[in-house]
């Protein structure tokens, strides 16, 4: 990987991150932490690498955004079925934006599968553009920061950590954060929905009438004694 970003450069890191900004499965993360351990070395300037990867983000998340506010809820309407993403789990997905979308904006960068569909999702739900590009925006600075950065302080120690490790080692950790991700993205976006809280006040409201109900015949029971009297 490194070998393509010396040769590349910084453009090759504004495209790779814009790329899997729009759910492709390349290694933006992985290649932003590469370039940042390049800079820590004096072979790239870690302020055009940051610049580069938090462009690339914002960009492919805003193209993202148009392609999911133009073409997204009709292609997931007519094709979400097939992957087990019916109309149920839309519903869920709408209602999670409604109440938390600017918290899901925030922190999906930092999160595998919400990073990569983070931009269409927003758009396909109508979420306010410029809101949608502030949170984007700073989501974007936190994650390049956090990686490049970290990277370029403290590469010398993470190389030498992944070279006392083997193969299988690295693969079961990343395996594990990605597994863990995408479980917490599973249960952010569908547990519960408004399924469950429509049912919930179908049954207060039939709660209420029939309390009503007892309520009125028991008021009608004293004046029924009292006109039999």
């Not at 950065?149 to 594990?176: C, N, P, R, V």
């Amino acid at each position: 990987m490194t070998e393509f970003i010396e040769q590349y450069g910084y453009g090759f890191i504004l495209i790779v991150v814009l790329l899997e900004s729009l759910a492709l499965p390349l290694p933006g993360e992985s290649l932003l932490v590469a370039a940042g351990m390049l800079s820590s070395n004096g072979e790239l300037n870690l302020l055009l690498v940051l610049g580069a990867a938090f462009f690339g983000s914002i960009i492919g998340d805003n193209i993202g955004y148009l392609i999911g506010r133009r073409y997204g809820r009709a292609v997931v309407v007519r094709w979400g079925g097939k992957v087990g993403f019916g109309e149920d789990k839309l519903a869920m997905v709408e209602d999670r934006f409604q109440h938390y979308g600017f918290m899901i904006v925030l922190v999906a960068r930092f999160v595998f599968i919400l990073r990569q569909l983070n931009g269409f999702v927003a758009g396909m739900m109508r979420m306010n553009w410029l809101q949608f590009l502030l949170y984007n925006s700073i989501s974007a600075a936190l994650w390049t920061g956090a990686y490049g950065i970290s990277a370029y302080y403290f590469g010398e120690a993470l190389k030498h950590f992944l070279d006392e490790q083997s193969t299988i080692a690295i693969l079961a950790i990343s395996g594990t954060i990605c597994a863990i991700g995408m479980f917490g993205t599973y249960r952010v976006l569908f547990s519960g929905g408004p399924a469950s809280k429509d049912g919930e006040r179908d049954a207060s409201g039939e709660d209420a009438k029939d309390e009503a109900s007892l309520n009125g015949t028991a008021d009608r029971s004293p004046s029924s004694s009292s006109s039999s009297s």
